[in-house]
């Protein structure tokens, strides 16, 4: 399984971003997605996660309202709309794929990752 982050660029407080995570090699309704993110300096945390069939989804307190999971398991995208975006979301990116369909927000559960897509937010 391979998966390509995509969508990061500079955009300003108060503003939105659309991530796309598309993966390749057959995950489809099978796998449970996650996006995690880094700053610079911190470790890496856990951000959102949706089910494989995208009927369940766990986001972390600080992007509760802000930002949204949904995922086209007939185009193996995830994406992650995020909204309201403050300077404290400043991070790379990553989309994660694990082999359990619940939703995960363990790091250590997760199989796969992308490369990471860069997110500046600035105030």
């Known amino acids: 399984v391979q998966l390509q982050a995509s969508g990061g660029g500079l955009v300003q407080a108060g503003g939105s971003l659309r991530l796309s995570c598309a993966a390749s090699g057959g995950t489809s309704s099978t796998y449970s997605v996650g996006w995690f993110r880094q700053a610079p300096g911190k470790e890496r945390e856990f951000v959102v996660g949706?089910?494989?069939?995208?009927?369940?989804?766990y986001y972390t307190d600080s992007v509760k309202g802000r930002f949204t999971i949904s995922r086209d398991n007939a185009k193996d995208t995830v994406y992650l709309q995020m909204n309201s975006l403050k300077p404290e979301d400043t991070a790379v990116y990553y989309c994660?794929?694990?082999?359990?369909?619940?939703?995960?927000?363990?790091?250590?559960?997760?199989?796969?990752w992308g490369q990471g897509t860069l997110v500046t937010v600035s105030s």
């Open positions: 994660a794929a694990s082999r359990y369909s619940a939703v995960i927000n363990s790091r250590g559960l997760y199989d796969y």
């Open positions: 949706i089910s494989g069939s995208g009927g369940s989804s």
